[in-house]
């Protein structure tokens, strides 16, 4: 059997290099096979998903998240991952194929660990590894020869070399010999119907050529289609270049609603009719600013590390300027709506519809929304909201519950904002009974309502 794994991988036989490939061999064969039993660390947007693929491909899979109510609901089969089909998750863990725990107990039973845990920003909007560190440090005591370990947390270039391998190598195994490390940032999009897990490419760097062996060959058992790159550290700037991209190109748009609204312009027509051009440009919208785990804090990520290297990234910089001024621009925009009618802000009542950082999902963190929220609060306005995802905001730091949106509701308010754009709204139903509304989604589109001013 060795000597056809051998073959297979184009490897030669010399006698002393073979004692060295011991363990890649070992853990090759028990990847192409399956046997290899899987650990995912982080049972969140990224890691629950993943854990489900690998489960649905054959592979004994363990979850480690250190949150035991989520541990007791996923052991019961229970889904709390918008993305993921419930009967999927049921069926992988009534067949036995999926378990979760809340310690790395028996960590060292395992061949190949995932790591999918959060990569915060700390105040002064640099990265915050707490979690990365924490992890690293936990299953440096469960290492042992022939596993691979793969970073998916998306963090600056060199956070894998630089933070985890010296960790990791502590107790004396050597990562490409002993063990083996890689990067593959995920790009799982919430609420996307088309690309998911599976489907969606993925971008793999190892932290040598024998990391980068292993960790490929493990994901093409997994996803459809797995993209090499040279190193773990540009595995990791391809992530952060990625969102980078989208926080600069959604800051441009945000810009030309500014200027549009100076120049009375609208600035969806604009760039609906931009858009119809078929090459050279593609579309990205303007809104009440960028939310989700993401777009807000990955560049800033890379704009740290930067510095490093006595660089700045003008472009970050910038971006995260227009982007983060946006739910102040809503703020304005409804208090200039407000003044016209007559209303002060702090004797008004305004709805936002819509608390999720963007349409169709239920995850708040970082949503513009929140921080608009906040703003009006700050002056004493009364906020009400509504999203059908999201009944209650406690836990996004907001004493307030989502409200039915009844027509009731609607004529009591001074102002409806739209702050998220859900599908499951009847747009229709809130311009026909609400007295003003600020659309900062377009939502409203094909209204023509004249109680609307979009953003
Ligand atoms: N959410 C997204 O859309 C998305 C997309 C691509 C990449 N990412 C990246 O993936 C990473 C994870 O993001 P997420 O959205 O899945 O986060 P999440 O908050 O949804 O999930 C992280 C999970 O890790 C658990 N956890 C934290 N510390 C732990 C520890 N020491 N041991 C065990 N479990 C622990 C948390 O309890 C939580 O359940 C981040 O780096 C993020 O930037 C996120």
């Not at 049972?43 to 693929?53: D, H, K, Q």
């Not at 609901?73 to 009534?94: M, P, S």
């Not at 660990?113 to 979690?131: F, G, K, N, S, W």
């Not at 600035?267 to 807000?296: N, Q, R, S």
Request: hydrophobic letters at 40%; a neutral charge; aromatic letters at 8%.
């Amino acid at each position: 059997m060795r000597g056809g794994q051998r073959m297979r991988f184009g490897l030669t036989p010399k006698k002393q290099w073979r004692i060295d490939m011991t363990e890649q061999l070992d853990l090759l064969h028990k990847i192409t096979t399956r046997v290899a039993k899987v650990g995912v660390v982080g049972m969140g947007y990224v890691g629950l998903p993943f854990a489900l693929e690998a489960a649905q491909a054959g592979f004994q899979v363990v979850g480690i998240e250190r949150d035991q109510r989520r541990v007791d609901q996923l052991n019961r089969g229970e889904n709390y991952i918008d993305d993921i089909r419930d009967e999927d998750l049921h069926a992988v863990v009534r067949a036995g194929k999926f378990t979760v725990q809340a310690d790395f107990e028996k960590a060292e039973d395992l061949d190949v660990i995932v790591i999918a845990v959060p990569t915060p920003l700390t105040r002064h909007l640099t990265p915050d590894l707490q979690y990365i560190v924490e992890v690293t440090k936990s299953l440096s005591g469960h290492l042992r020869p022939g596993q691979l370990i793969s970073l998916e947390s998306t963090t600056y270039p060199g956070t894998t070399e630089e933070v985890m391998l010296p960790l990791l190598e502590k107790r004396g195994l050597k990562a490409e010999k002993d063990f083996f490390l890689a990067h593959s940032p995920e790009r799982v999009d919430p609420g996307n119907k088309r690309w998911k897990t599976k489907n969606t490419t993925k971008v793999v760097g190892g932290v040598g050529p024998n990391s980068l062996e292993v960790a490929k060959l493990f994901y093409e058992q997994i996803v459809e289609g797995v993209v090499p790159v040279t190193s773990a550290k540009a595995a990791e700037l391809v992530k952060v270049f990625e969102n980078t991209f989208r926080a600069v190109n959604i800051a441009l748009v945000n810009e030309m609603a500014l200027l549009c609204d100076r120049m009375g312009l609208n600035v969806w027509e604009v760039l609906d009719a931009a858009f119809t051009k078929p090459f050279g440009i593609m579309p990205f919208y303007p809104g009440p600013g960028v939310g989700g785990h993401c777009i807000p804090l990955d560049p800033h990520y890379l704009e740290w590390k930067a510095r490093e290297y006595n660089f700045f990234t003008h472009f970050i910089t910038l971006a995260g300027e227009v982007n983060r001024k946006m739910p102040e621009f809503v703020r304005e925009k409804a208090y200039r709506l407000l003044n016209r009618v007559g209303k002060a802000p702090s004797r008004s009542k305004i709805l936002l519809l819509g608390l999720a950082y963007k349409g169709d999902i239920s995850d708040w963190r970082e949503s513009p929304a929140l921080e608009v929220a906040r703003l009006l609060m700050q002056d004493k306005v009364e906020v009400h909201y509504h999203d059908p995802y999201i009944p209650d905001a406690r836990a996004a730091g907001l004493d307030l519950h989502s409200e039915p949106l009844t027509e009731d509701l609607l004529r009591r308010m001074d102002l409806v904002i739209i702050t998220t754009a859900h599908k499951v709204i009847d747009y229709g139903f809130v311009v026909a009974h609400a007295r003003w509304v600020l659309d900062t989604r377009n939502a409203t589109k094909d209204l023509n309502g004249d109680n609307v001013i979009v953003l």
